[in-house]
Structure formats: structure tokens, C-alpha cells
């Protein structure tokens, strides 16, 4: 009895000292939370801060921006949760089917994120509250929310771009602030804080992680798999506050569970929200269809994943279109009541949470998903692609293998879009939804997503099969792999008798080989046709490494082996330039490629995450040095110091001058590439006559009638319709299958076929004095995704991806923009091939 009493006295001791020394993040940070924006580095010292004087709250460092600022997270939780942290943890994917044993514990897991867009930057204001709110030792109940739960805060997702904003705001707001929209305070400047250091939308990163901030919370997030996540956000200043339920569309692995739960949560929020008589809104334009946000990535992982969005994107204080104040004190309160709100259904419900958590894998292993059981991608000749798919997938803890013998099989064929027979071979790389993230494999590889509604946040299609172009099969029959992958092998041995290193082109990888090469100073050249040599073949695009031209390299043996094997690159030794069938390789057939000399606009006439993704695929993908040139003083850069000048989408205004200025840099040998609407302000000029929207008069005439026509036919269009009525005319980013001339320049290591992400209604003329390299001829229909039927006729016989010369140069047109969100992998190769190879 003593030592019980001597224990709690104890433990009365340390909650009383606690209670003195937590600060609330008023007193820590020496002003009143909501009257400024809080720099990233304080609100890691408050979470610091409050993990030093409670013994429940833990802080950690789970990675480090572009830019260097610390990523951390921390996890709130009794005391004596905290002792069995660990296999709480590991219970939990236990629970998945994701580790071994059943799990002993019964202790849901809630993760509460913010901050995901930097300039949505009253969420992490809101976590600092909530954290102090959640562990006070002070008030018992959310005490009593801890002793059964494990709620993990990661303040904020995005710190370089919250950076960004918060420095803004705090350089040009007025000492008193103002809520006058027109306030300097009240406009950033371009590229703004919502994107990360690479102007990437973290928020449509989840699933493809191709940023350094993705990666690193995947890895974490897949470590926990919590049962509820949400993710803050705000949006335009005169909206409402949103919460779940979702709208339309869900996709169809979504779980009646899941729904339920999201209205659960929705009553929950509204009941503290109708107290305070704050306005809101709920199943209504934040769908949960698109697999790579904050709140669908964890539903198709199993959990209860939520959007909460705030009015606002402004700064300390504004003035709605109604008259009303919105100060980021009221926004930071909002985020918080609901966060809370969120944490007190988790514990309310957290046995019906944590069966349901369980049941979702259970019926995955054991029933899989969908109509189709297996997706079997096949082995020969695309191993570079599988590499990158097979790594993509073990951070997302798919799992994959080979079958122990080759049988015959039947499925649907990505490439053909039909059923047919296949032989099933020990090579083949199989998955099958009978695992723990079947549903979530369903969801990236299902041939045609359902959508119970065609209005969508976001694109409709996101196939990775369509993505790297692979040859594979949907198949109904389930068949498990047993066993495991093994590594490739390497071959690219030293051969002091060789006449030129040959090594194949047909994928991101063979592109980033050929970078490297260049960046050392080796001088390439590539076949424009296929050969042969010495037995040997190889197909046209494939780089040629002769001794000769490189006599300037002292150790070129050693150095263009030692690339390839940094590569993974298997190299042919040809000791003879004599080949058996094709050009030999001193033949003009056989060109040299020049290391470009590379520039892209950059700034305020671009679009920002267009701009973010060139910039991205240089540095982090291609490791290809550019220099990025701001618009606003484009004019008087001397383009002769460059050889490509790559323009992103934007919204560009050349004048004449400067204009005149692209046009002769061209003509004299420049490379002048265009992606999507940077085609539009040299569309018809009379410098640059090659691209047109129509053909001629007479197609732009027929196209007018043919739109007259429907409209009358259709007649006065119901206001309640309007917005159904214009998805008619547009594409929410579908994928079409599109011929492709892989022997032109621009095609090289491309089937003869290229699936194409359409994320807008562009379309221009096939083109009458140039190469129409990708194009669509006939009909369009998306083989995955929606588009409307108008768009559709609008597509047929355009050019997507074509090459015009104009003098020694010539301009390279990408209508669709191939690396968009930096997931489509074929697209990258696509744009290797626009900088590299096309003009050579």
C-alpha cells in the first residue's frame, strides 16, 4: 500500500512540475498565437520544447527538406502506452497482415497532418494549439483520450514552401494588419508558397513520392498505417470550412465502412461547429477518387483518410466578400476544434476502428479485389522499367514475385486493350491483390476505374501500366507468386581492344547513362537506324562510344565502363566499326550528340508547377545541368550562349522583339522546346508558321458548324445543368493510346505506340512542314478516364509531340506535358529524346 501511495504521489509530483513547466505556444514563442506567422524553425523548438517537459510526447526527425529544414513528427500518448510504443506499433501491422504474430495490444493509431501546401499556413499555427490542448496534464479528458489512443502530429508537410509564405507575410504586412484584399500582404508574388522548393503540389504526391519530402513520410506513414489521417488545408478566403463526408466520386474499393465513418466524424465536427455558429460544408468538391492526396491515399491503405479545409490563404486578417473579418486566430481555432474533434471519435469508436482495420486486409489476402485477380507484367526486354516499378512499389510495401513454372494464361493486354491468351513465364513479374495492399494495387493497375460521378477534383486516369508503357496482362484467375526477384546482373568489363562501347537506348535509365557520359566530356553518337555488329543487335537510338573523337580522355576505358556499371548498363565491346547489317559507324547515318547547353524560363509567366517539374527532372532525374532564366529579364539574356531553351506551360507575352529574337537564335541552330499552352503564342505567327489549331479554313469552319450544330440540338440548357453540360468539352485527364514514328529522333527507344496523360482540351493540326512524331489520326476515346464526347472529336488527327525545322534549327512541340507530376515514366524518356537526340 505504501509503495502504491508512494507512486502516485510520485506521479502527482511530476504532473504538477509538468503543469509549471509547459508553455503554452503563446508564452514559448512571446506572442499571441494567430497575431503573426510562425517561421518553420520556432515551431520546431515548441514541439521540442513540450517533448522536454511531458513525459508523453515524443519528437523526432524523420528527414530533411531540399532546402535543409528539419521534418519531424510527434507522437502524443500516455505514459504507459509509451512503454509499449513498439509493439503498438508493430501490433498494428500485425493487424495488416504487414508483419509476423497477432497483435496483443488494442490502441488506435490517429495522425493529424498540416501544412501539406505551404501557403495554407494556418494548420501548422493550429498544431502548436492542438499539441499543447491534446497533452496538458491539466485537462483530464484528453488525458483520457491518450491513455487509449496514439495521435502523431507532423506540423508541418511542407516546410520550405511555408517558409516562403510566412516570410512574406511578415516582410510586407503592416504593423497593425490589414484586411483590405488589396494589401500587399494579400498578394504574393509568383511562384507563391503553396508549392515545395521544386514547385511541386505535395499534396498530389503521395502515391508517386517523387519528392524528397514524399519519400521520406511514406516511409514513416508505412511504418504506422494509422486508422484515421486527416490532412488540413484552406482554400479561397470566402468559403466556408469544409469537412467529411467526402463528395462523389468514391472509388469503388472504398470500403461502407469508410463511409460511414467520414459521417461520423462530419456529426462530430458539426456539433462543436453549430455551437460556435461557424459556417461550413461537407460532400461537396473533395472527392475521393484520385489515389495520391493526403486523404485517399491513406482510404486505399485502409484507413479513415479526410480533407478539412479553412477559408482562407491570406494573411493575419481579411475581409470577406460579405463584410466579415477572418483573422488567421480564427482560422487556426477552426483547424483545431476539428482536429480535436477528430481525436475524440478515434477513442469513441476505436474498437469498431481497429476490427474494421483489420477486416480490410483480412478480406484482401483473402479475397482480394475487383475483377481482376493478378496483374502479370512481363519480363523480356523491359527490366530497366520493372526496376523502377518493382523499387516504387517496395516503398509502398507491394508486394511481388515470380511463379515456379511457365503455363499458359489469359487476360486483358494493356497494349492491345483486348482479351487474349499469353504464356505465363518464370520471368514475368506478378502481382497479385491477394495481399495486404490489394486494394490499393486494384486501384493503380485496374484497366478502367469506375466513376460514379464524371465531375472530378482531379484527373480520372493514372494507369502505371499506361505510365511505363509495359507489356502486361489483368488477369481474373488469382495467381500468387512464390518467389522472390532477383537482382540483375552487370556487365561492363574493360576491353583495351575495342573499337566503340555500344550500349542500348530504351529507357529513362539509358538516358541518364547518356548524361553522364555527356558531363564527362565523352562524345557520343547514336544510330539512326537498327544494326547489327558482330552478332549483335541493336535497335536505332543506340549509343555508339568510339575510341576515336575521345583521344582527349586519358583513362576512356576505365571511365565509360566505370558509368555504365554506376548505371546498371551492360556495354558490347565491338572491336570493329564494320557492322553485319545497317550503317557502319563512321556513316553520317551515325550521328554525334552534342551536350546541350540547356536554359528554361522560369518566373512569372510561367506556370509554376510546370516550371518546378523541368526543373525537377534536370536536377533530381536526368542530373543534367540547366540554368533557369526569369522571364522578367529573358529579353536581354543572350540566347547564343545556349543550344535548347525549353519553355514550360504559362501564360507567356512576348512582344515582337523578342520574338524576332527566338526566331533567328532558331534559325541559326537553336532547339526551342514547347510544352502544352507554350505553344500558343507561336501558334500561327508567321516566324514560326509550322503549328496551327486547324489545318486550314475549311477544317476551322466545319469545326464551328459541327459545335452549332449540338448546340441547337441540345436547346437552353437548365442552370441546375450547366456544370454537367461543359464536362462535354473537356478531359479530366485521361489516356489515350497514340501512333508514335519511333524511327524519328524524338521516338527513339518508344514502341510504335504511346500512351499519352491528356490533362487539357489542347489540340493543334497535325503538322504539314515537320514530323508528326506522336500524333492521333482518326477517332479519339481515352483508354482509361474520362473525357468528354466533344473533346473527343475535337482530338482526332492532331499532332500531341512533333519536330519542325525552321533553318539549322528546330522548334520541338509537347502538347501533352510528359512529366507531369513526375510519375509518368515513359514521358521522361520522351523528353530525354526532345533534348538529346531530336536535331541532332
Known amino acids: 500500500m505504501r509503495k502504491v501511495l508512494f507512486l502516485l504521489t510520485a506521479f502527482m509530483v511530476v504532473n504538477a512540475q509538468a503543469q509549471q513547466k509547459l ?85 488506435p493509431i490517429i495522425w493529424l497532418s498540416y501544412n501539406v501546401h505551404g501557403n495554407e499556413a494556418n494548420s501548422t499555427e493550429a498544431s502548436m494549439l492542438t499539441l499543447y490542448e491534446l497533452v496538458n496534464p491539466a485537462n483530464a479528458k484528453t488525458q483520457s483520450w491518450l491513455n487509449q489512443s496514439v495521435v502523431v502530429l507532423d506540423p508541418c508537410i511542407n516546410p520550405d514552401g511555408r517558409d516562403r509564405y510566412a516570410n512574406f507575410v511578415n516582410q510586407y504586412g503592416n504593423a497593425e494588419p490589414n484586411s483590405n484584399p488589396d494589401a500587399k500582404e494579400h498578394r504574393e508574388p509568383w511562384p507563391r508558397g503553396r508549392s515545395n522548393h521544386y514547385l511541386f503540389d505535395l499534396n498530389r504526391d503521395w ?121 488567421l486566430k480564427d482560422r487556426l481555432t477552426h483547424h483545431h476544434t476539428s482536429g480535436l474533434s477528430t481525436v475524440e471519435m478515434g477513442v469513441v469508436h476505436a474498437n469498431k476502428l481497429l476490427d474494421e482495420f483489420e477486416k480490410y486486409f483480412r478480406d484482401n489476402i483473402n479475397n482480394g479485389y475487383g475483377t481482376y485477380k493478378t496483374y502479370v507484367i512481363k519480363g523480356d526486354n523491359q527490366r530497366d522499367k520493372l526496376d523502377r516499378l518493382m523499387k516504387w512499389m517496395d516503398t509502398h510495401q507491394i508486394r511481388y514475385g515470380h511463379v515456379a513454372s511457365a503455363r499458359p494464361a489469359k487476360g486483358f493486354d494493356y497494349q492491345t486493350q483486348t482479351v487474349s491468351n499469353f504464356n505465363l513465364a518464370t520471368n514475368d513479374i506478378v502481382i497479385s491483390t491477394h495481399q495486404p495492399k490489394g486494394r490499393f494495387v486494384t486501384t493503380l493497375f485496374e484497366p478502367q476505374g469506375k466513376l460514379s460521378d464524371s465531375v472530378t477534383y482531379d484527373i480520372t486516369a493514372w494507369n502505371l501500366m499506361y505510365a511505363y508503357d509495359l507489356k502486361a496482362f489483368a488477369v481474373a484467375e488469382k495467381i500468387v507468386p512464390s518467389k522472390n526477384v532477383e537482382a540483375k546482373t552487370v556487365t561492363a568489363a574493360t576491353n583495351s581492344a575495342a573499337y566503340a562501347y555500344v550500349a542500348s537506348y530504351e529507357s529513362m535509365t539509358d538516358a541518364q547513362f547518356l548524361a553522364a557520359l555527356l558531363r564527362k566530356n565523352v562524345r557520343v553518337r547514336y544510330a539512326s537506324q537498327a544494326f547489327s555488329v558482330q552478332g549483335k543487335s541493336f535497335n536505332a537510338g543506340s549509343l555508339i562510344i568510339t575510341r576515336r573523337n575521345n583521344e582527349h580522355l586519358a583513362s576512356f576505358d576505365q571511365l565509360v565502363t566505370e558509368l555504365a556499371k554506376a548505371h546498371g548498363r551492360t556495354l558490347h565491346a565491338a572491336t570493329t566499326g564494320l557492322v553485319d547489317s545497317g550503317k557502319d559507324f563512321g556513316s553520317s547515318e551515325v550521328n554525334y550528340i552534342r551536350a546541350p547547353k540547356v536554359a528554361v524560363l522560369f518566373g512569372d509567366q510561367t506556370f509554376s508547377l510546370s516550371a518546378g517539374e523541368v526543373w525537377h527532372f534536370l536536377e533530381q532525374e536526368l542530373h543534367y545541368p540547366g540554368t533557369l532564366i526569369g522571364t522578367d529579364y529573358f529579353a536581354n539574356v543572350d540566347l547564343s550562349k545556349y543550344d535548347v531553351l525549353i519553355a514550360p506551360e504559362g501564360s507567356y507575352s512576348f512582344n515582337e522583339k523578342v520574338m524576332s529574337k527566338i526566331s533567328s537564335w532558331i534559325s541559326s541552330g537553336g532547339k526551342l522546346i514547347l510544352i502544352g499552352n507554350a505553344i500558343e503564342p507561336f501558334a500561327g505567327e508567321k516566324s514560326f ?53 519511333n524511327s524519328h529522333p524524338l521516338g527513339f527507344g518508344m514502341n510504335n505506340h504511346y500512351f499519352s496523360l491528356k490533362t487539357g482540351e489542347l489540340r493543334y493540326a497535325l503538322l504539314k512542314d515537320g514530323w508528326n512524331v506522336g500524333y492521333i489520326k482518326g477517332n479519339a476515346k481515352p483508354v482509361q478516364g474520362f473525357a468528354g464526347y466533344k473533346v473527343n472529336k475535337e482530338f482526332s488527327n492532331s499532332v500531341l509531340f512533333g519536330v519542325e525545322p525552321i533553318g539549322r534549327g528546330e522548334i520541338v512541340y509537347l502538347v501533352d506535358n510528359p512529366l507531369f507530376r513526375s510519375f509518368w515514366e515513359n514521358g521522361k524518356l520522351l523528353f530525354s529524346n526532345a533534348l538529346f537526340m531530336a536535331g541532332n
Open 207 to 327: 502515391a508517386w513520392e517523387s519528392q524528397i519530402e514524399s519519400k521520406h513520410r511514406l516511409k514513416l506513414y508505412n511504418q504506422w498505417l494509422p486508422q484515421v489521417h486527416v490532412d488540413f488545408h484552406e482554400q479561397g478566403y470566402n468559403n466556408p470550412y469544409y469537412f467529411a463526408p467526402a463528395a462523389e466520386p468514391y472509388h469503388e474499393v472504398i470500403t461502407n465502412w469508410q463511409r460511414e465513418f467520414q459521417t461520423i466524424i462530419g456529426k462530430n465536427n458539426a456539433k462543436y461547429f453549430d455551437e460556435k455558429g461557424w459556417l461550413y460544408f461537407t460532400k461537396e468538391r473533395f472527392d475521393l477518387f484520385y489515389p495520391s492526396y493526403g486523404d485517399s491515399y491513406p482510404v486505399f491503405n485502409g484507413g479513415i483518410g479526410m480533407t478539412y479545409e479553412q477559408g482562407g490563404q491570406v494573411g493575419v486578417t481579411i475581409t470577406t466578400e460579405f463584410g466579415d473579418p477572418l483573422t
Open 23 to 107: 508553455q503554452s505556444p503563446s508564452e514559448f514563442l512571446g506572442y499571441e498565437l494567430g497575431s503573426k506567422f510562425t517561421r518553420h524553425h520556432r515551431v520546431v523548438e515548441y514541439y521540442k520544447h513540450v517533448a522536454e517537459v511531458l513525459p508523453n510526447v515524443e519528437v523526432f526527425q524523420y528527414g530533411e527538406t531540399y532546402e535543409g529544414r528539419p521534418l519531424i513528427y510527434a507522437i502524443a500518448t500516455s505514459p504507459e502506452n509509451f512503454k509499449n510504443i513498439e509493439q503498438i506499433r508493430l501490433d498494428n501491422l500485425r493487424r495488416a497482415g504487414l508483419a509476423e504474430g497477432k497483435p496483443a495490444t488494442r490502441v
Open 689 to 741: 508558321a509550322g503549328i496551327r489549331r486547324y489545318a486550314n479554313e475549311d477544317e476551322e469552319r466545319s469545326a464551328e458548324k459541327r459545335m452549332e450544330a449540338e448546340r441547337e440540338l441540345e436547346g437552353p440548357i437548365r442552370y441546375a445543368d450547366a456544370e454537367r453540360k461543359q464536362i462535354s468539352s473537356y478531359v479530366s485527364g485521361a489516356i489515350y493510346k497514340i501512333n508514335m514514328d
